[in-house]
C-alpha cells in the first residue's frame, strides 16, 4: 500500500492519466455480438508495433503492398493498433481503420502521431456498424483484414460488409491464421479455418483471384510454413449483395 501511495505522490499526473484512460474504457467500450472483447492493448499496448521488423509481418506487408498506389483509399478492417497503417501509409493516398476495441484505436492514432503519419485515422466502430460510419467517405480501392476474421462469432458480417464498401474494381485481402490443431488454437480465436474453409467462406461473396499461404508462429513456438493465410479477392460479377 505504501509504495503505492509513494508512486502517485511521485507521479500524480501519469496516475490521473491512468484514471481517466481506464474510465474512458469503461464509458467507451462497445458492446457489440460480434466482438467478443480483447484485452490485450490494455496489458500490453500497442505491441504489434514491436513485430513490424518480423518476418512475419513484413511477408503480410509484402502481399497487400503491390495493390496500393499514390491514389489508392484504403480500408484497414480491425486495425488494432495501427501496425499495418504505419508500414503501408507512404505508398497510398490515405488509410481509414476501424477497430470495435478501444485501447486499440486509441493506441493507433497516437502511435500514428507519434510517428508523424498525416494520412490514416483509426475509428472506433464494429463492423455492424462501419457501412454507415464509412459511406460519406466513398468507396475503397483496397480493403484488407489481417488477424480479424478468425475473431468474429459471424465473419459473413465483415465479408458483407466489405462488399458494400469496395469500389467494383477494387481488391479485398482476408489474412487469418490457418487451422493447425485444436491445442494450436488461440484462445481469443472463436474459429481457426483451414485452407480449404477460406474458400468455401470467401467464394460466395468474392472471386479468389490469388492465395498465399506465408510462414507463421503458433502457441508451441514453432514455424508453420503454411501458417498463415491470405486471399486476395475482388468481386464477383454476380454479387447481388453490394450496395452502392
Known amino acids: ?4 501511495i509513494k508512486s502517485l505522490v511521485k507521479n500524480p499526473l501519469q496516475h490521473i492519466q491512468k484514471v481517466k484512460i481506464g474510465l474512458s474504457r469503461k464509458l467507451n467500450q462497445i ?5 467478443i472483447g480483447f484485452d490485450k492493448y490494455e496489458k500490453y499496448g500497442a505491441y504489434h508495433w514491436e513485430s513490424l521488423d518480423s518476418e512475419e509481418y513484413k511477408g ?3 502481399v497487400i503492398a503491390p495493390y496500393l498506389s499514390k491514389q489508392s483509399l484504403c480500408l484497414d478492417i480491425g486495425c488494432g493498433d495501427g501496425a499495418y497503417m504505419h508500414a503501408l501509409s507512404s505508398q497510398c493516398k490515405a488509410i481509414v481503420g476501424i477497430d470495435a476495441d478501444y485501447d486499440a484505436v486509441r493506441l493507433a492514432n497516437a502511435k500514428l ?6 494520412n490514416c485515422q483509426c475509428f472506433h466502430v464494429p463492423i455492424s456498424k462501419a457501412y454507415r460510419k464509412l ?5 475503397f480501392h483496397v480493403i484488407y ?3 480479424v476474421i478468425e475473431h468474429l462469432p459471424n465473419p459473413v458480417e465483415l465479408l458483407s460488409m466489405t462488399m458494400q464498401l469496395v469500389q467494383p474494381q477494387g481488391v479485398i485481402m482476408i489474412g487469418t491464421p490457418t487451422f493447425v490443431s485444436k491445442e494450436m488454437v488461440s484462445p481469443y480465436h472463436v474459429k481457426e479455418f483451414t485452407s480449404q474453409e477460406m474458400q468455401e467462406l470467401l467464394s460466395p461473396y468474392f472471386k479468389i483471384e490469388r492465395e498465399i499461404l506465408l510462414p507463421a508462429k503458433r502457441l508451441d513456438g514453432k514455424v508453420y510454413a503454411e501458417g498463415f493465410y491470405i486471399g486476395v479477392c475482388v ?4 454479387s447481388k449483395d453490394a450496395k452502392s
Open 1 to 4: 500500500m505504501m509504495s503505492k
Open 31 to 35: 458492446q457489440d455480438d460480434n466482438f
Open 60 to 62: 503480410r506487408v509484402e
Open 113 to 118: 502521431k507519434e510517428n508523424q503519419i498525416g
Open 135 to 139: 459511406k460519406p467517405i466513398g468507396k
Open 145 to 147: 483484414s489481417m488477424d
Open 235 to 238: 468481386l464477383r460479377g454476380d
